[in-house]
C-alpha cells in the first residue's frame, strides 16, 4: 500500500506551491507576470486579476466588452496565490455559473434521485454516488454509518468502481462501472476536461467546492458551477476512515498501474484540485458522467 494521507496531501500541497511559482514569474528571473483585471470567457466577464496560468481558454482583458455579463467579488491582491491559501482561498475568487442546464434524474436500480448539472460540454452528477452494490462489501458508508452515505455518498475501491471493466484513458471513458445506466465513471482526461472549464488547476477546487460548512476551517468554495464537491473522506481495506471535513476524493477510470489508479483531489486548506495515483484498494467517492 502507497504511503500514508498526510504524505499525499503534503505532496498535493507541494505540487500546487511550485505551480504557483513557476505562474508568478517569468523566463528573465522572478519578475512577476502581467496581470489584467478581466477573463473573458463564453462572454462571461470573470473579474480576477487573471494571468495567462489562470485565464486558460479565456481572453484577458482590463475592461469587459459590451453586452458580456459581469461576475465580479475579486480582490485585486491575492488571486495568484490563492492555492496556498488555509483558509481554502475563497476570498479572491470569483466566477459565474457557465452551467446551461441542471436538474435530477433517478436511478432504476433502486430508485434514488440524484442532481446533474451541464458544465461546459459536460453533464455531471451534483452529488456523489450512493449506489449499494448487491453482495458487495467494498463500497461502504464513512464510519460505517447510513447517515453519511446520505450526506456524502458512498465510499468505493476502484474495482467496485470500475465494476471490473478494463481502465480507459479515452474521453469519453465508456465504462459504465458501478454508475447507473446512462452514464459512466470519467476517466482523467474528463476530470481534466471539468477542471480546465473550472478556471484550470490551481483555483478549480475553490470554484468546485460546495458553499458548506460541511468543509472545515472555512475551506468551503463558491460552487458558481453548481459541482458542488463535498469531503466524504477515505476508508482503507482495513477498516480505517479518516479525512471526512477536510479531504474529498474521487476515481477515475484511468489505471496508472496494476496497483494504482488516478484520483482527483480538493482539501480545505487549498483551492486546487490535485491530480495523483494511489492505491486500488483505497474507498473514494465516485462522481458519474452522462454518456
Same mark, same amino acid.
Not at 459581469?70 to 475568487?93: L, Y
Given at each position: 500500500?502507497?504511503?500514508?494521507?498526510?504524505?499525499?496531501?503534503?505532496?498535493? !500541497?507541494?505540487?500546487?506551491?511550485?505551480?504557483?511559482?513557476?505562474?508568478?514569474?517569468?523566463?528573465? @528571473?522572478?519578475?512577476?507576470? *502581467?496581470?489584467?483585471?478581466?477573463?473573458?470567457?463564453?462572454?462571461?466577464?470573470?473579474?480576477?486579476? $487573471?494571468?495567462?496560468?489562470?485565464?486558460?481558454? @479565456?481572453?484577458?482583458?482590463?475592461?469587459? *466588452?459590451?453586452?458580456?455579463?459581469? !461576475?465580479?467579488?475579486?480582490?485585486? !491582491?491575492?488571486?495568484?496565490?490563492?492555492?496556498?491559501?488555509?483558509?481554502?482561498? +475563497?476570498?479572491?475568487?470569483?466566477?459565474?455559473?457557465?452551467?446551461?442546464?441542471?436538474?435530477? $434524474?433517478?436511478?432504476?436500480?433502486?430508485?434514488?434521485?440524484?442532481?446533474?448539472?451541464?458544465?461546459?460540454?459536460?453533464?455531471?452528477?451534483?452529488?456523489?454516488?450512493?449506489?449499494?452494490?448487491?453482495?458487495?462489501?467494498?463500497?461502504?458508508?464513512?464510519?460505517?454509518?447510513?447517515?453519511?452515505?446520505?450526506?456524502?455518498?458512498?465510499?468505493?475501491?476502484?474495482?467496485?468502481?470500475?465494476?471490473?471493466? =478494463?481502465?480507459?484513458?479515452?474521453? *469519453?471513458?465508456?465504462?459504465?462501472?458501478? #454508475?447507473?445506466?446512462?452514464?459512466?465513471?470519467?476517466?482523467?482526461?474528463?476530470?481534466?476536461?471539468?477542471?480546465?472549464? =473550472?478556471?484550470?488547476?490551481?483555483? =478549480?477546487?475553490?470554484?468546485?467546492?460546495?458553499?458548506? *460548512?460541511?468543509?472545515?476551517?472555512?475551506?468551503?468554495?463558491?460552487?458558481?458551477?453548481? &459541482?458542488? =464537491?463535498?469531503?466524504?473522506?477515505?476508508?482503507?481495506?482495513?477498516?480505517? &476512515?479518516?479525512?471526512?471535513? +477536510?479531504? @474529498? &476524493?474521487?476515481?477515475?477510470?484511468?489505471?496508472?498501474?496494476?496497483?494504482?489508479?488516478?484520483?482527483?483531489?480538493?482539501?480545505?486548506? $487549498?483551492?486546487?484540485?490535485?491530480?495523483?495515483?494511489?492505491?486500488?484498494?483505497?474507498?473514494?467517492?465516485?462522481? #458519474?458522467?452522462?454518456?
Amino acid at each position: 500500500m502507497r504511503s500514508p494521507l498526510s504524505k499525499l496531501a503534503f505532496s498535493a !500541497s507541494i505540487t500546487l506551491a511550485l505551480a504557483l511559482t513557476l505562474s508568478c514569474s517569468d523566463d528573465s @528571473g522572478g519578475n512577476t507576470t *502581467p496581470s489584467y483585471k478581466y477573463c473573458i470567457k463564453d462572454n462571461i466577464c470573470l473579474e480576477g486579476p $487573471f494571468t495567462v496560468n489562470n485565464c486558460l481558454d @479565456g481572453q484577458l482583458s482590463n475592461s469587459c *466588452p459590451d453586452g458580456s455579463s459581469q !461576475s465580479g467579488g475579486g480582490s485585486s !491582491s491575492s488571486r495568484d496565490n490563492v492555492g496556498s491559501s488555509s483558509s481554502g482561498g +475563497n476570498a479572491s475568487v470569483s466566477s459565474s455559473s457557465v452551467a446551461a442546464t441542471s436538474g435530477t $434524474f433517478q436511478d432504476s436500480r433502486d430508485y434514488k434521485t440524484y442532481k446533474w448539472v451541464k458544465i461546459g460540454t459536460q453533464t455531471w452528477m451534483a452529488e456523489n454516488l450512493n449506489y449499494d452494490v448487491p453482495s458487495n462489501d467494498t463500497d461502504l458508508c464513512y464510519n460505517n454509518e447510513p447517515a453519511n452515505c446520505t450526506t456524502y455518498g458512498r465510499l468505493y475501491n476502484w474495482s467496485t468502481a470500475m465494476n471490473n471493466d =478494463a481502465s480507459s484513458t479515452a474521453s *469519453p471513458s465508456s465504462v459504465r462501472g458501478a #454508475c447507473p445506466s446512462g452514464w459512466h465513471l470519467p476517466s482523467d482526461a474528463e476530470w481534466e476536461t471539468l477542471v480546465t472549464a =473550472a478556471s484550470g488547476s490551481l483555483t =478549480a477546487g475553490t470554484i468546485l467546492k460546495a458553499d458548506s *460548512p460541511l468543509w472545515n476551517d472555512n475551506g468551503k468554495g463558491t460552487d458558481s458551477l453548481g &459541482f458542488s =464537491a463535498l469531503p466524504a473522506g477515505y476508508a482503507q481495506s482495513n477498516g480505517y &476512515f479518516s479525512g471526512v471535513g +477536510n479531504n @474529498g &476524493f474521487w476515481w477515475s477510470s484511468t489505471e496508472a498501474s496494476a496497483s494504482n489508479a488516478y484520483i482527483r483531489y480538493m482539501n480545505n486548506a $487549498f483551492a486546487g484540485v490535485s491530480m495523483v495515483d494511489i492505491d486500488k484498494s483505497r474507498l473514494y467517492s465516485v462522481r #458519474c458522467v452522462k454518456d
